[in-house]
């Protein structure tokens, strides 16, 4: 369902990602890992549009706009908004109408923070509406960079089960391995501009690893 083929990015002489290509089908659960400075960020904005590519190019049949959402790695929130407001912005926005706002709410646990500003919420609040806002629209295929980074650990758990609830196509950029094993199904490691490993968890556990050691190993035997 969706093609990226040989992408190439460099910042002013800095190599970032060298020929990157990867397929994602319909029903993957793709981890997207490597080391911080890896170029993880800066292949999902290509993907959303936000910044260019050298060369490459993206095959898809769904559409950007409506069929495909990207959670960035920093939140793009206002403020000065309250949860209710910033959520009904977001629907007047992608002419969404038929959208049951409180169960989203109730989904990501927001429920009882509706009138609060969203420059008071914790981070860990705010990745979640950061996420409510990325599936407002019910997307075929989602990108999700770092979504639990500023969560306690029980946020981080909950955010995993509400995720697993929804069945999204999805890539995911996460640490968190705890989780890798039994929510993702493929996993995807890049390292020096590279994709140096996109295999199934399945075989990964077939070799009798969890997909940590099985990123520890790859990631230096690249080195
Ligand atoms: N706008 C930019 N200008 C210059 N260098 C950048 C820019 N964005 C990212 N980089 C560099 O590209 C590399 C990859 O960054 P990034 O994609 O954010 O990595 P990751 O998300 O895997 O941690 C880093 O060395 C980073 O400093
Ligand atoms: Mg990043």
């Known amino acids: 369902m969706f093609k990226v083929k040989e992408i190439e990015k460099s910042f002013k002489n800095k190599e970032v990602l060298k020929g990157v290509t990867f397929e994602v089908s319909e029903g ?49 929130l206002i403020d000065d908004l309250t949860v209710f407001e910033i959520v009904s912005l977001k629907c007047k926005m992608n002419k969404i109408s038929d959208v049951d706002t409180q169960e989203m709410l ?7 923070q509706q009138k609060q500003y969203v420059g008071n919420l914790s981070g860990g609040q705010k990745r ?23 969560m306690d ?5 909950n955010f995993w089960r509400l995720l697993e609830k929804k069945h999204y196509t999805s890539v995911i950029v996460t640490h968190d391995f705890n989780q890798i094993d039994h929510f993702f199904t493929k996993t995807l490691i890049i390292k020096n501009g590279k994709i140096i490993a ?19 190993e790859t990631i230096e035997m690249e080195d």
Do not use: C, W
């Not at 109730?106 to 009882?112: A, T």
């Not at 629209?137 to 500023?150: A, V, W, Y």
């Open 28 to 76: 993957d659960r793709v981890a997207l890992l490597g080391n911080n400075g890896a170029g993880k960020s800066t292949l999902l904005k290509i993907i959303a549009g936000q910044i260019e590519a050298n060369s490459g190019k993206i095959d898809t049949y769904l559409d950007f706009k409506t069929e495909i959402s990207m959670m960035p790695q920093g939140d793009i």
């Open 106 to 112: 109730l989904m990501v646990e927001l429920q009882g």
């Open 198 to 216: 996109n295999e199934s968890v399945e075989t990964i556990h077939d070799l009798g690893k969890t997909v940590e050691q099985y990123y520890r």
């Open 128 to 150: 979640r509406l950061s996420l409510l806002l990325t599936i407002l629209n019910s997307p075929k295929l989602i990108f999700l960079d770092e979504p639990t980074t500023g």
């Open 153 to 157: 650990l029980e946020s981080v758990d």
